[in-house]
Every structure is written in structure tokens, then in C-alpha cells.
T-cell receptor, first 114, second 116 residues
Framework: GNSVTQMEGPVTLSEEAFLTINCTYTATGYPSLFWYVQYPGEGLQLLLKATKADDKGSNKGFEATYRKETTSFHLEKGSVQVSDSAVYFCALRRYGGATNKLIFGTGTLLAVQP | GAVVSQHPSWVICKSGTSVKIECRSLDFQATTMFWYRQFPKQSLMLMATSNEGSKATYEQGVEKDKFLINHASLTLSTLTVTSAHPEDSSFYIC????????????FGPGTRLTVT
């Protein structure tokens, strides 16, 4: 079946540190991959996405590369800020399905300290 | 653009009662809406997919008679938890998409349900 595995949190970093949140997936076919962010008290927001192998999604200094050979989509940011503190969810959507069903990982809490 | 609201943001109800949660797309028409349930420190689990004007499609293991979903218009879907029990306490999140095969879903802020 389709599934997403994320590194467990919380991840605690100092401001300006380098961030990596690991995400691997299992899927049939060729899924699209997503990172969503959930700030405290808010709904999930799409952070970035990649729809095919070797694509790099990027937004707000975050980036992730779709690696088919390692079935991974790790999230990275070179210098985190306190405002990046949130829960990050990796997700996949199977391409070509009749419905737009997203499958989420368990989420990783990021806490950035000043 | 693409704002989705939920009401209420939190609700407390007594065991055995029913509670309705609304999900609205404020600035676009949503052909498809999704309802998720999120347990603490766990992932979002899709409960059902609803298309405007038709019956919802429930995921395996979700009781359709307990979680009633209505998608009466292109901007409104409702989830009614019937005969609620404490184990139904959770965070319920809706999302809305454009069409049945879309690249993005737009999420509401969620509704915290506590059943006492």
C-alpha cells in the first residue's frame, strides 16, 4: 500500500541552524509529493510540492527533491527562524487516481529557539 | 485566495448528543471536500470524500451512520457526529479542492471536539 514515514520529533534547533526533516514513501506508480506546514492554531498550508522524479520543490527558503531511487523527499532549510516553528507534514498523492486522496506522514514538530 | 473556514473552532458536547461541524470554501467553489481526523501526535487520517450533490465516499473502517457528511452546495460541507462518545474526541479537519483530480487541497483550521 501507499504510506509515508517521517522522522519523529520534536526537532529543536537554534535560530540560523540548518534543518533537515527526513521523509520516505512507499507507493505504487508515480506519486506526487508534498510538504505541508501547520502553524499553531492554523490549518495546514501547502509549503512545496514535486510531481516527478528529480523535481525540486522550493518555497520560503525550504526545499525538497523528489528522489525516486531512494523513495525520499527530505525537507531542508539552510537557516531556520523562530517563525518557522510549526508542525511539518510530508504527504503523497497517487497520480492518476479518481480522487485526490492525500496520504500523510505523522508530522514533525519543529521548535526554533532564539 | 483559496480560504477554507470551519465552524465551530472548538466544541464540547455531552456523550450521546450529536454535533455538526461546518466547512466552507469562502472564495472559490469546491467540487470536492475531504474530512480528516487527527489524533494527538499522529497523522491526519482521511475519513471521507464528498462531492457536491452526491453521497460521500467513506474510507474503510469509518462508520457512515455515525459520521454523516452532507455536501449540499459548492461552498459548504457538513460533518455530523451522531451519538457522540468520548472516543470521538479528536481534531476534525476539512479540506476543499477544485474538481476531482486536483493538485492542491486547501485546508480549514480544524475543529476540536471534546465529548464528556
Amino acid at each position: 500500500g501507499n504510506s509515508v514515514t517521517q522522522m519523529e520529533g520534536p526537532v529543536t534547533l537554534s535560530e540560523e541552524a540548518f534543518l533537515t526533516i527526513n521523509c520516505t514513501y512507499t507507493a505504487t506508480g508515480y506519486p506526487s509529493l508534498f510538504w505541508y506546514v501547520q502553524y499553531p492554531g492554523e490549518g495546514l498550508q501547502l509549503l512545496l510540492k514535486a510531481t516527478k522524479a528529480d523535481d525540486k520543490g522550493s518555497n520560503k527558503g525550504f526545499e525538497a527533491t523528489y528522489r525516486k531511487e531512494t523513495t525520499s523527499f527530505h525537507l531542508e532549510k539552510g537557516s531556520v527562524q523562530v517563525s518557522d516553528s510549526a508542525v511539518y507534514f510530508c504527504a503523497l498523492r497517487r497520480y492518476g487516481g479518481a480522487t485526490n486522496k492525500l496520504i500523510f506522514g505523522t508530522g514533525t514538530l519543529l521548535a526554533v529557539q532564539p | 485566495g483559496a480560504v477554507v473556514s470551519q465552524h465551530p473552532s472548538w466544541v464540547i458536547c455531552k456523550s450521546g448528543t450529536s454535533v455538526k461541524i461546518e466547512c466552507r470554501s469562502l472564495d472559490f467553489q469546491a467540487t470536492t471536500m475531504f474530512w480528516y481526523r487527527q489524533f494527538p501526535k499522529q497523522s491526519l487520517m482521511l475519513m471521507a470524500t464528498s462531492n457536491e450533490g452526491s453521497k460521500a465516499t467513506y474510507e474503510q473502517g469509518v462508520e457512515k451512520d455515525k459520521f454523516l457528511i452532507n455536501h449540499a452546495s459548492l461552498t459548504l460541507s457538513t460533518l455530523t457526529v451522531t451519538s457522540a462518545h468520548p472516543e470521538d474526541s479528536s481534531f476534525y479537519i476539512c479540506s476543499a479542492g477544485l474538481g476531482t483530480s486536483v493538485n492542491e487541497q486547501y485546508f480549514g483550521p480544524g475543529t476540536r471536539l471534546t465529548v464528556t
